[in-house]
């Protein structure tokens, strides 16, 4: 059964930082990162292809960096410079859809499979 493990959640302080990661049991050509908050609607994070073409929300450029270890199946992502309204539940994603080009769709319906989530609470 192919599932996603997620761990390396926790609590921080404003300007902290903190490193997610996804194990997939399959190699999958897109993985992303989503995130909800509480009231707030899930919204995209970033996602990755198996080259390493990535995209990121505008929310998080330059603070947030995606990777993946397309040896481990492994998606992973790096928090830093984190604020308050980072706090969320954070699931990674894998799926099969792009978007233009090489990029994958940043669409959560084109993810099919999903991680149990991870919470990430940042303290001012």
């Known amino acids: 059964q192919v599932q996603l493990v997620e761990s390396g959640g926790g609590s921080v302080q404003a300007g902290g930082s903190l490193r997610l990661s996804c194990a997939a049991s399959v190699r999958y050509d897109c993985m992303a990162w989503f995130r909800q908050a509480p009231g707030n609607e899930r919204e995209g994070v970033g996602a990755i292809e198996g080259a390493g073409y990535i995209r990121y929300a505008d929310s998080v450029k330059g603070r947030f960096t995606i990777s993946r270890d397309n040896a481990k199946n492994t998606l992973y992502l790096q928090m830093n410079s984190l604020k308050p309204e980072d706090t969320a539940m954070y699931y990674c994603?894998?799926?099969?859809?792009?978007?233009?080009?090489?990029?994958?769709?940043?669409?959560?319906?084109?993810?099919?499979?999903w991680g149990q989530g991870t919470q990430v609470t940042v303290s001012s």
């Open positions: 994603a894998v799926g099969w859809i792009f978007d233009t080009g090489p990029y994958c769709s940043p669409n959560q319906a084109s993810f099919n499979l």
